[in-house]
Nanobody, 127 residues
Framework: QVRVVESGGGSVQAGGSLRLSCTAS???????MGWFRQAPGKEREWIAI?????????YVDSVKGRFGISQDNANKKIVYLQMNNLKPEDTATYYC????????????????????WGQGTQVTVSS
């Protein structure tokens, strides 16, 4: 049984940092994984995607240079989202997703393209 679990959310002041973790269990190999976020009243948007086996990484423009997605060196089924220089507009529930359906794991993949989701973790950035 596959499972996706996020952790690491919290509250920080603007300019601060947080690191989110996502563990994907039950998969033979780490699948395509992505981080998404959803603010109240807004659609879920993708933030970053990392290909299987430590392949290419893609970011939405709004987080480039501030956020970094990576996989754990020891356990490649753990993926991190390092968030630096956080802004109030980064406030949202952050979701990890795994296993892309019917398309390549690359820029342009959206929420509907992923099969497995975590429960979400809240990130709140105060000004």
């Amino acid at each position: 049984q596959v499972r996706v679990v996020e952790s690491g959310g919290g509250s920080v002041q603007a300019g601060g940092s947080l690191r989110l973790s996502c563990t994907a269990s039950g998969y033979t190999n780490r699948p395509c994984m992505g981080w998404f976020r959803q603010a109240p009243g807004k659609e879920r948007e993708w933030i970053a995607i990392i290909q299987p086996r430590g392949g290419s990484i893609y970011y939405v423009d709004s987080v480039k240079g501030r956020f970094g997605i990576s996989q754990d060196n020891a356990n490649k089924k753990i993926v991190y989202l390092q968030m630096n220089n956080l802004k109030p507009e980064d406030t949202a529930t952050y979701y990890c997703a795994a296993y892309i359906l019917g398309r390549r794991c690359e820029l342009g993949a959206g929420p509907r393209d992923f099969r497995d989701w975590g429960q979400g973790t809240q990130v709140t950035v105060s000004s």
